[in-house]
């Protein structure tokens, strides 16, 4: 329960539906601006909340645990959440991008939290994720949720198919206006909550910040380059950039330039033009796959991060746990260190951690 409409629904629909709650809140440690409570909400939002799991968030919860009248836990994932702060900034430093909330549900939500869970002698972990749980042939499949624009199903594709037998998720068959509307039928104070956005431990958007104070040794001041290898400027760290960046270079090229290479090695910034973004080709590691691992080459879709419109591809998985996957059509800026994950329509087949680009002939299967 992160003190939010969608897990607060999803408690009070599991009550009404006849399980035994628990309710259980995970406090990160991280510093974080207070967000208003579910007391002072106006009528309708205002603005968005940036972050998550701070005090206020906890006083929600435990507000909305008392109406329920189930047992509620503050558990301390400190240092379960350095781990993640730790994996962002690494991340950074290494020329790559990272995304802390697939990482936060496969370590933390369905990995800790499942561990908690034994401990209290509960079978199954719910929360608010916009996605679906299909187990009506006996194997639990994933499933995007029904409103689209809330869909969380990329997030989970690193959890492992014995923890999505113990998951559920409630509110995956429901738009976000019918889960406030469920909200407003509760009685939640939180109905009309601002929902949160961004990255928790980095609710200003400074991303730098959070990896010079972890990893300062990323920011060495280096050379900006054009493909052609001619200088344009000079840059303060390599960990201030991303592929596909386009404002904040402090370049002036004359036409629109893009980052294309980040080179950790020779702490070198490569920029070019859009269409050097382009790419059909790109290898995975550490695959994760929520069905049975294809043994052949198979069709399917590919979504390369969160705001990305699945695109048609074939893709290759190795024993090795490498995924190759060659889209029908290039994409633009893929980016070592996001995730890509693999859709059957709407079932998640799996996915992986993007880790290079490649050239390759088009797909044959």
């Known amino acids: 329960m992160s003190g939010g409409v969608d897990s607060s629904v999803t408690a009070f629909m599991l009550r009404e539906q006849g399980y035994d709650v628990m309710g259980l809140f995970m406090r990160v440690g991280a510093e974080m601006p207070e967000a208003p409570t579910c ?3 106006s009528e309708t939002p205002q603005r968005t909340h940036q972050g998550c799991c701070s005090a ?3 006083a929600d919860a435990r507000f ?3 109406m329920l009248d189930i047992p509620f836990y503050v558990l301390n994932f400190k240092p379960d959440f350095d781990r993640l702060i730790d994996y962002f900034a690494d991340e950074y430093a290494a020329g790559r991008t990272p995304n802390p909330c697939v990482q936060c549900n496969t370590w933390l939500k369905f990995g800790k939290l499942v561990d908690y869970a034994d401990m209290l002698g509960c079978e199954f972990v719910a929360t608010g994720h916009y996605a679906r749980l299909d187990r009506t042939d006996g194997h639990t499949r994933l499933r995007r949720g029904i409103d689209r624009s809330k869909d969380q199903s990329y997030f989970l594709f690193g959890v492992r198919p014995e923890m999505l037998d113990r998951a559920m998720f409630p509110i995956g068959h429901l738009q976000k206006s019918e889960v406030r509307s469920e909200a407003a039928r509760f009685n939640l104070p939180v109905h009309n909550k601002p929902d949160s956005v961004e990255i928790c431990f980095v609710p200003d958007r400074d991303y730098a910040r959070v990896v010079r104070e972890r990893r300062p040794d990323a920011f060495r001041s280096g050379s900006i380059e054009d493909d052609e290898g001619n200088r344009l400027g000079t840059h303060e760290g390599v960990a201030n950039f991303t592929i596909g960046q386009r404002r904040g270079l402090k370049v002036a090229a004359g036409k629109p330039m893009y980052v294309t290479r980040l080179d950790v090695v020779s702490n070198t910034v490569t920029l070019g033009e859009r269409d050097a973004l382009m790419h059909r080709s790109l290898v995975a590691t550490d695959a994760n796959f929520v069905s049975a691992m294809p043994k052949d080459a198979f069709r399917c879709q590919a979504q390369i991060r969160y705001q ?9 998985a190795r024993p090795d746990g490498e995924l190759c996957i060659t889209f029908d059509e290039a994409q633009s800026a893929i980016t070592p260190g996001q995730a890509v994950v693999l859709y059957n ?3 998640v087949i799996g996915g992986g951690w993007i880790d290079r680009t490649v ?6 299967a």
């Open 39 to 41: 007391e002072t909400n």
């Open 56 to 58: 206020s968030d906890a």
């Open 64 to 66: 909305v645990a008392g």
């Open 308 to 316: 990305h419109d699945a695109a048609d591809c074939t893709a290759t």
């Open 345 to 347: 329509d709407d079932e």
């Open 359 to 364: 050239e390759s002939a088009p797909p044959t």
